[in-house]
């Protein structure tokens, strides 16, 4: 099995606040919020390589 990339998902009620609020905390995102069909997803890095993917379902 090939490695892949570390993901960890957390579901969210408002993508854009969570995005906000993470930014003013200097926060770097790797990916603002985006729609991708039935949900709006944004990601992060956590500094230690793995990726922080929040999600709200649309």
Known sequence: MEAGY??????????DA???RLTQLGVEFSM??????????AV???TC????????NL
């Open 32 to 41: 603002k919020p985006t729609v991708m069909e039935t949900v709006k997803v």
């Open 6 to 15: 570390p993901y960890t998902q957390f579901d969210t009620e408002d993508v």
């Open 49 to 56: 390589g793995n990726n922080i993917q929040l999600v709200q």
């Open 44 to 46: 992060f890095n956590d």
């Open 18 to 20: 969570d995005y906000d």
